[in-house]
Nanobody, 121 residues
Framework: QVLLVESGGGLVQSGGSLRLSCAAS????????MGWYRQVPGKQREFVAS???????NVVASVKGRFTLSRDNAKRTVYLQMDSLKPKDTAVYYC???????????????WGKGTKATVSS
């Protein structure tokens, strides 16, 4: 069992920044990557970014150059730094514990409850 807790969401103006955190606990030895997804009402949850245990990262094209990932292994926490935010980035952001092989992130069964980021125009 893996427990994921997100934090850091909030309300920010267009062009602003937020840093989301995802703290992991439990059987984390089975995890070799963490991913971030986001969802808006009425739409499917979409992949945003991932970071593997070796530090390799992937981000989708729509946030490339604006969102960056990092991790603190001692704190068992990964971070999603979101800069130059746009209203279309408004969503609930979810953390996921998954796997990363051959450059591809695959989501796993464990999800956090999400943290909401709202970007006003």
């Amino acid at each position: 069992q893996v427990l994921l807790v997100e934090s850091g969401g909030g309300l920010v103006q267009s062009g602003g920044s937020l840093r989301l955190s995802c703290a992991a606990s439990g059987n984390i030895d089975s995890i070799n990557a963490m991913g971030w997804y986001r969802q808006v009402p009425g739409k499917q949850r979409e992949f945003v970014a991932s970071i593997a245990s070796d530090g390799s990262t992937n981000v989708v094209a729509s946030v490339k150059g604006r969102f960056t990932l990092s991790r603190d292994n001692a704190k068992r926490t990964v971070y999603l730094q979101m800069d130059s935010l746009k209203p279309k980035d408004t969503a609930v952001y979810y953390c996921n514990a998954g796997t990363y092989y051959s450059g591809i992130y695959s989501y796993g069964d464990f999800w956090g409850k999400g943290t909401k980021a709202t970007v006003s125009s």
